[in-house]
């Protein structure tokens, strides 16, 4: 079955330390590759995507994310995290065969002053 | 500064009774998504549409739920009757041509059913 796995429920980081959020995805092909951020009480918002290229992503708000075709892995970083960036991260794929994104199950981020 | 609207943002009814969600996507986007969002099932999509056809509706319940594009400017999630287990907030969400994928969402409307 094809799915996503996002493996941490919350990351906590310092602010201005680098923060690292975890995503696997289990989809046959080079699926599209996407993170979304959901702010309390809004919808998400598009962060950036993978669809082929140069494996590093640049995104929104500094964010970037590295894919790994080898790890079926598309982890989501930034170099210096902001209080801001509290939130709730959506990794999502989308198989090459449907227009459908399969959302994983979304990662906490706390940023602490 | 283009937004998806939906509205109502929230309501409240009561088991049975009909409810209907309505969404204006951005201007010139022609693929629409609707998703429900719950702790325990996390963001599904319910249905989707491109040039107002509904091309997936396959994670919704047909007994009771209905999505329909009227014109291109609004796209309505209707429950009749509701169920508690409906209570979720529901998200539309909106794609341009060029890459329906990069979809803009929302602010939700969230649905409590006592």
């Known amino acids: 079955a094809q799915s996503v796995a996002q493996p941490e429920d919350q990351v906590n980081v310092a602010e201005g330390n680098p923060l690292t959020v975890k995503c696997t995805y289990s989809?046959?092909?080079?699926?599209?590759l996407f993170w979304y951020v959901q702010y309390p009480n809004r919808g998400l918002q598009f962060l950036l995507k993978y669809i082929t290229g140069d494996n590093l992503v640049k995104g929104s708000y500094g964010f970037e994310a590295e894919f790994n075709k080898s790890q079926t892995s598309f982890h989501l970083k930034k170099p210096s995290a902001l209080v801001s960036d509290s939130a709730l991260y959506f990794c999502a794929v989308r198989p090459l065969n449907t227009d459908k994104l399969i959302f994983g199950t979304g990662t906490r981020l706390q940023v602490f002053p | 500064d283009a937004r998806v609207t939906q509205t109502p943002r929230h309501k409240v009814t009561e088991m049975g009774q009909e409810v209907t969600m309505r969404c204006q996507p951005i201007l010139g986007h022609n693929t629409v998504f609707w998703y429900r969002q719950t702790m325990m099932q996390g963001l599904e999509l319910l249905a989707y549409f491109r040039n107002r056809a509904p091309l997936d509706d396959s994670g919704m319940p047909k007994d009771r739920f209905s999505a329909e594009m009227p014109d291109a400017t609004l796209a309505t999630l209707k429950i009749q009757p509701s169920e508690p287990r409906d209570s979720a907030v529901y998200f539309c969400a909106s794609g341009p041509p060029r890459d329906p994928n990069e979809q803009y969402f929302g602010p939700g409307t969230r649905l409590t059913v006592t």
């Open positions: 989809v046959s092909g080079n699926p599209y």
